[in-house]
């Protein structure tokens, strides 16, 4: 239908032509801010004291936006907001769920946790150099990736998070970081350009890239429309920044070589994010597809699991050996999704949880360590439950929580998810959850034994920097984790419900698809 | 049209992959390059190529007058060009760097951050 000339378009149709309420602001307020409060750490670089007390100020707030768009999901429903006035599916829409607001609080907290860790962590040359720009820069990458509602949009917070965490991996310039970061950087790369093929091909097929858009163009797609190519293209792509078992040899190759405070907030985020975009793109947008690909993803899982606690059993370095147990813990996430249903996603969730908060804390944890002993070889240090009491207690918590022992919070996911997989067909995978929590509590238990409770080898001299007393910004970020980790290990339910809701919301995404779309599509 | 393009795509795809998995950083840095062009090219045919006009709408009318070229494939593709250039860049330094300081452009025998014979966790309590 044309319209003649001067006749009046119908623009309502396709733009936003009332303004933006206030309140709606706060969707990308967990994205501006980092990214401005990143940009005046840079112009600072020369006050480099000055940089830690905004970048805490800064993610503090970010925080309790995020805290507060949390709420207001649970309360509202999904809230929405378009960039550029332009209407879903044609503008860019930031969509935030009961999952994304999740996953982006508690990713907030970790980058705080982090931050805090920094200011006795990172010396003058690494902050000139940018770590505190670099940090926000990530941390606004990664709420990007929680909070937007476009695929395209996904790829571009991807690589916000990737290039500022190339920046954090190799800061400071020591071989060892270089040669890290080589291997980190070609196969991230890669990883991303996967997803970016599977986007180029997923336009072709459906012709649109906004998520709501996407789900009810999927489910209307004729019998035989080439998804399953698609959704496996997915399943590589976010499966390799996951850190899932064949495709995840950057992550041991780079972990371990910057400093402790990179690899603290790396092992919380980074592969998690992988994980929550396969949560997204399998569970809501291509759910046939999932059920076909459930069996793959179940023996993945179950190898993520058992390997990376096998490989954390041969490490002689702690920090290597908790890179392992990272790769260990995406194998639950896995086997929730492979599962499916309200139960198993919820699980997954659960654990992401846990896992991004516990997973931080043991790395804060070890950069203790090393300050004291100047390294963390094991046999090379000992005795340290003497020489630091109350840190050693807050080690052993985590460890807990880790492999999985109650009442630490990472008892409950594996009891939701154990107890998913009995439900359903899956007993064998059950029987690998358990397997590999045993394992993962070996390694765990020999590090404590070795490192902690035995005494200290004969003519060990600690050659850390400062004595035994932990500072007091690590003992905040470390304690504020293991607080939680206590918390949500002691009342679990809370937050099992809000997973249970996020996985509710995933599963049927009615009222997802309606904020996006408030007059029907 | 899509057709050629396809083979194109396929032929870029084809030689990115075997650069990739070079041993030398030098050639796989070739092969990332390649591979973003691939990509970009794909995501241009997905988006059907026609012989158009530029997607403008005249000044006095309210619609394109015919058909036009689909603008979007265009403005996502020039996103990826522009991080995908900067991340060559980025990788550009870093191999230049890692020469430097390992002495080698073979990623096989960069092995300071994995030591080949790394010591084992003691035995025993």
């Known amino acids: 239908m044309a319209l003649g000339a001067g006749e009046a378009v119908d623009l309502a149709k396709a733009m936003n032509l009332a303004a933006t309420p206030l309140r709606d602001w706060l969707v990308i307020v967990p994205v501006v801010l980092p990214i401005v409060a990143g940009a005046v750490c840079v112009m600072l670089r020369n006050a480099w004291r000055l940089q830690p007390i905004i970048a805490i100020a800064v993610l503090i707030l970010v925080a309790a936006a995020d805290a507060t768009l949390l709420a207001r999901t649970l309360a509202e429903g999904p809230v929405v907001m378009v960039m550029g006035r332009w209407l879903p599916p044609f503008g860019i829409a930031f969509t935030v769920d009961a999952l994304g607001a999740l996953f982006a609080l508690v990713a907030a ?3 705080l946790a982090g931050a805090l860790n920094g200011i006795v962590d990172i010396g003058e040359k690494r902050r000139r150099f ?11 990458g990664v709420s990007g990736s929680f909070l937007t509602g476009d695929l395209f949009n996904l790829y571009v917070w991807f690589e916000v998070l990737l290039i500022a965490s190339f920046g954090l991996l190799v800061l400071g310039g020591e071989p060892r970081q270089v040669d890290g970061t080589v291997k980190y950087g070609f196969l991230n790369l890669i990883a991303t350009t996967l997803f970016l093929i599977a986007i180029g091909y997923l336009y072709g097929l459906v012709g649109t890239l906004n998520m709501a ?32 078992f064949p495709v995840n040899a950057w992550l041991p190759a780079s972990y371990h070589t910057p400093k402790i405070t990179v690899a603290a907030v790396f092992a919380g985020l980074l592969t998690k994010v992988g994980a929550y975009a396969l949560l ?21 899982a179950a190898l993520t699991m058992l390997t990376g606690a096998l490989f954390a059993l041969a490490q002689a370095e702690i920090r290597r050996a908790l890179g392992f147990l990272v790769i260990s813990g995406i194998g639950y996430i896995f086997a929730g999704l ?12 659960f654990y992401a949880v846990h896992s991004m908060l516990a997973m931080s804390a043991a790395y804060l944890a070890v950069g ?15 005795g340290l439950w003497r020489a630091m009491p109350l840190f050693a207690a807050l080690f052993l918590v985590v460890s807990f929580a880790i492999a999985g022992l109650p009442p630490f919070s990472g008892f409950w996911p594996k009891a939701m998810l154990v107890s998913a997989a009995l439900d359903g067909e899956w007993p064998w995978l059950a029987a690998a959850m358990l397997g590999a929590g045993f394992l993962s509590t070996l390694a765990l238990g020999r590090i404590w034994l070795i490192a902690f409770w035995k005494p200290a080898p004969a003519g060990f001299t600690p050659h850390g920097a ?22 949500i290990g002691l009342a679990p339910e809370p937050l099992a419900a809000l997973a249970r809701r996020a996985a509710a919301g995933l599963i049927d995404p009615a009222a997802y698809l309606n904020a996006v779309f408030p007059g029907g599509r | 049209m899509e057709t050629g393009f396809t083979f194109a795509v396929a032929v870029f795809f084809a030689a990115s992959f075997y650069l990739l998995m070079s041993r030398r950083i030098v050639r796989m840095l070739l092969g990332v390059a390649i591979l973003g062009n691939a990509t970009n090219l794909l ?56 020469n430097q300081e390992t002495g080698h452009d073979d990623v096989d025998a960069m092995r300071l951050a994995e030591p080949k014979h790394s010591p084992l966790p003691p035995e025993g309590y």
């Open chain 1, 280 to 300: 997204r793109v399998l569970v809501m947008l291509m759910p046939a597809e999932r059920v076909v690909l459930a069996d793959l993803i179940a023996v993945v």
């Open chain 1, 368 to 382: 203790a360590v090393e300050r004291y002993a100047g390294t963390s070889m094991l046999g090379e240090v000992g």
């Open chain 1, 109 to 111: 907290l970790v980058t």
């Open chain 1, 213 to 244: 858009d996407i789900a009810l163009k999927v489910r209307a797609l004729p019998e035989g429309a080439p998804i399953a190519t698609i959704a496996a293209l997915f399943v590589v792509a976010f499966g390799m920044k996951a850190a899932a």
């Open chain 1, 130 to 140: 940018g770590f505190y720009p670099f940090l926000l820069l990530m941390s606004a």
């Open chain 1, 466 to 487: 400062a004595g035994a007393s932990v500072p007091a910004a690590t003992l905040a970020g470390l304690g504020g984790l293991t607080l939680l980790v206590v918390v």
């Open chain 2, 43 to 98: 995501i241009f045919t997905a988006g059907r190529l026609t012989r158009g006009s530029p997607p403008v709408i005249p000044p006095e009318a309210s619609m394109p007058a015919g058909a036009i070229a689909n603008p979007l494939p265009q403005a996502l593709i020039l996103t990826a060009i522009v991080i995908s250039f900067s991340f060559f860049a980025f990788l550009l330094v870093l191999a230049y760097r890692a």
């Open chain 1, 338 to 349: 492979a599962i499916g249903g309200t139960a198993g996603l919820s699980g997954a969730t």
